[in-house]
């Protein structure tokens, strides 16, 4: 789910909670040791982001938010915050060669330059968190 968040909706605040549940208290972010990703570079996108991307002449970055039942990928493009909005369950991460990760999200795609230690931990960290929420439906 592809949405504009730069405005305070509480029924898109509510609709996004259902799909990747609330976030973490204090005590669990401590625990988990961060929930936020370091500043991520994107190198590839899919055409409808692409497009948000192609609006302002800015770096394409990106950050990640680990949510209890998924992930919520923020961006920006011009004035305005966007969020693809992915549950665990339809999130496949793909590690290519040089150094990148790429996001599939139904027809979305987000491909990441993964060039330092910190993004490789941080997509470690989602990997662990996906595998411990299937473990659990099992």
Do not use: W
Not at 7 to 14: F, I, L, S
Not at 50 to 79: A, M, Q, W, Y
Not at 88 to 103: C, M, P, R, V
């Amino acid at each position: 789910m592809l949405v504009n968040i730069s405005y305070n909706n509480k029924a898109q605040r509510q609709e996004i909670d259902a799909k990747v549940g609330k976030p973490f208290t204090l005590l669990q972010r401590i625990k988990l040791g961060g929930i936020g990703s370091p500043k991520l570079y994107v190198t590839a996108s899919s055409k409808e982001i692409d497009g948000l991307f192609l609006l302002d002449h800015n770096e394409n970055t990106c950050n990640i938010e680990v949510r209890p039942k998924g992930i919520i990928l923020r961006f920006r493009s011009l004035l305005e915050t966007y969020a693809l909005v992915i549950p665990y369950y339809k999130l496949t991460l793909f590690k290519g060669t040089s150094d990148a990760y790429s996001i599939h999200f139904e027809h979305h795609k987000v491909s990441i330059s993964a060039q330092s230690e910190p993004v490789r931990l941080f997509f470690k960290k989602i990997q662990q968190q996906k595998a411990t929420i299937a473990k659990d439906y099992l």
